[in-house]
């Protein structure tokens, strides 16, 4: 995937730009309960990264107990098994990132003081959501994509976890919405189920998501 570099010094001192950290939580790094492979490494990074952002988004999976994404609410069914509802296709996961549970919580060493607003998603029961403006429904907003035109932001750059579910989604519906997008690619790691990963970079590359790394962002 060709990456791109046409940044100023200072990209992430505009006003106009906002970086959004996606899902980095505890369930989701190694030793968590739907762990990504490597994904403690970009802990690191995203504290460096969102240091030089004037505007910083995090989201965060917040499932209740029982929630219809997890295998364990499915009599007879495994973890990454896929399954229909009524808004389409569900990959079952383990339960995970469940509201006020120590999975749920931040990743251990994220340090993002200067957060402007935590976007909570997969909340209700019976409604997945991987992407941080739209619930899997794909018609449930979360309000980002509000909160970004209020504050005069055209210009979106997503980190986390996982590149090929929550990441991805969320950029398409950045690019989809006019939002200028753009995701860090080495600051991201996957899942990679059954050739999600390709799929994820295709679907990206098709919605005018830029790939750029980390190093295309000059610290301010």
Known sequence: MPFSRPFSPRVGADPGTALVIVDLQADFLPGGRLAVPDGHAIVPLANRLA?????????????????????????????????????????LWPDHCVQGSAGADFAPGLHVPHAQLIVRKGIHAGLDSYSTFYEA????????????????????????????????????????????????????????VGGSLAAARADMANAGVRFVSSGDIAED
């Open 51 to 91: 240091a030089s952002f004037r505007n910083v988004i995090l989201s965060q999976d917040w499932h209740p107990p029982g929630h219809v994404s997890f295998a364990s609410s499915h009599a007879g069914r495994a973890p990454f098994d896929r399954i229909e509802l009524a808004y389409g296709p569900q990959v």
């Open 137 to 192: 429904d794909r018609v449930t907003p979360t309000g980002l994509t509000g909160f970004l035109r209020d504050r005069g932001i055209g210009t979106v750059y997503l980190l986390g976890l996982a590149t090929d579910f929550c990441v991805a989604w969320s950029a398409v519906d950045a690019a989809g919405h006019g939002f200028a997008t753009h995701v860090i690619d080495d600051a991201c790691r996957a899942i990679d």
